[in-house]
Nanobody
Framework: QVQLVESGGGLVQPGGSLRLSCAAS????????MAWYRQAPGKRRDLVAT???????NYANSVKGRFTISRDNAKNTVYLQMNNLQPEDTAVYYC???????????????WGQGTQVTVSS
């Protein structure tokens, strides 16, 4: 059984910062791509950022220059540092990971339960 548990969400004023964490636990052999998505009320879930096992990153245009994704492979954890937050960043943020549970198993796609980020004055 594999679990992704997010933490770090909350209420912040415009221009503020938050750091999200997501720890993977359970029967993990290896983790490939890790990512953060977000979903605002009434909207689809959108990709925010990705990071490979080697540390290569990609970002949605809307967060470039403000958000930084990183990971600690030893801790099976991915982070999202969010700076200069704006009201349009308000959403539930989900972490996502491609995880292999054994040497010969395929990669499976896992999701966290989501953490609410609200940007408001």
């Amino acid at each position: 059984q594999v679990q992704l548990v997010e933490s770090g969400g909350g209420l912040v004023q415009p221009g503020g910062s938050l750091r999200l964490s997501c720890a993977a636990s359970g029967n993990i052999f290896s983790i490939d791509l890790m990512a953060w998505y977000r979903q605002a009320p009434g909207k689809r879930r959108d990709l925010v950022a990705t990071v490979t096992q080697g540390g290569s990153t990609n970002y949605a245009n809307s967060v470039k220059g403000r958000f930084t994704i990183s990971r600690d492979n030893a801790k099976n954890t991915v982070y999202l540092q969010m700076n200069n937050l704006q009201p349009e960043d308000t959403a539930v943020y989900y972490c996502n990971a491609l995880i292999r549970i054994g040497l010969s198993s395929p990669f499976y796609n896992y999701w966290g339960q989501g953490t609410q980020v609200t940007v408001s004055s």
